[in-house]
């Protein structure tokens, strides 16, 4: 007989039970120590020597963050965004002090962004507001700058959704955009409950389907809880809200702490695309909120303790026409690498 099994015959059973959590507590103090130390070392920080990449998620974060300015319409607010335009200025002083090439493709989507700017006061008959000029060479953007459409906004419309359902998946998945603009008809939760059930099909480790979906359709409720969250600001609430959670409690291993969160991002992917297919416009939005507002999104969402938060989806029908961020994408290659 091993030592282990001679000791946990000797010892009370409650008391092997606390060293064996003693135990999982150590190791998880270990992994998490180590997730932290590299992010730590590595994040997008003023305390690591800024590079290419935390300059490139830094300039992204700010196109984003204009783009979805520039989708408002009858509610635009022209001279938007002074601070996000200051933090891009600064950030590509950074990047051409450092010699990065002004031919990438998130520089040139900057330029394109502040283009996109320019162009939508123009078509909204309003004066660009007097820091623009203080901040980039308008002029010389305006003359070099006209082809570049990598950033800014497109229309989405609800007659290219009609045919969603006979689409292919490669039509589907390149068709599907977050829209944050909704028609005020409400949400069918069987609809909803339709496109859950093809989520299903998502695959998980084991097979465990650990992720769960509330779905909260009270006004306001669902104003309160995207109150907390905070991502969601400038725009009308939307008819329905899912909030996509994992359940602690189909997993075992210390090396599993991380997969709810891997299972549950898949569902969202898959509940993304399945509302695509229903022809329901959605939005992914995060839920890395602080403690405080975990528990307050929990507490309002009746959300139970061992669920862990993946994601909200916000959910409603398409409007006739809808402007949406264009936010681009790299080639494939660029974030492939070969091992051979
Ligand atoms: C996990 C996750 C969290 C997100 N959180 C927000 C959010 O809080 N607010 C928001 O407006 N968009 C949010 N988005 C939407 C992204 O901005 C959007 O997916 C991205 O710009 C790509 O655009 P696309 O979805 O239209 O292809 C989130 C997306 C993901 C995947």
Sequence with gaps: MSLKTTMKNLIPNSVWMQLQR???KHKLAGYSGTQDAR?????ANPWNKPNQEELRGQIIYYIHRIEKGLTHQSDFRPGFGRNA????HNLLNQWRKAHYPTTDTTYKAALSVV?????K??????PLPTFLSTLFPVEELERTQTGNTLAGVKTVTAKEK???KDKSFKELFEGRTSIRQFAKEPVDPNTVAQAIELAMKTPSVCNRQSYRVTLVSNPDLIARILTVQGGWRGYAYPPMLAIITSDERSFIYMEEHNEPFVDGGIFTMSFLLSLEYE???ACPLNLMCSDSNAAAIRKL????DYEVLIACVSIGHFQDQTLVPKSFRYPGSSITRVIR
Excluded: R
Aim: glycine residues 0%; without cysteine.
């Design 22 to 24: 003693a135990k999982a």
């Design 39 to 43: 992010f730590l070392k590595f994040s």
């Design 85 to 88: 335009l200051q933090s891009l």
């Design 115 to 119: 283009m996109a700017y320019i162009e």
């Design 121 to 126: 006061h123009k078509q909204e008959h309003e």
């Design 162 to 164: 009609e045919s969603n």
């Design 279 to 281: 022809n329901l416009a």
């Design 301 to 304: 969402a009746s959300i139970p």
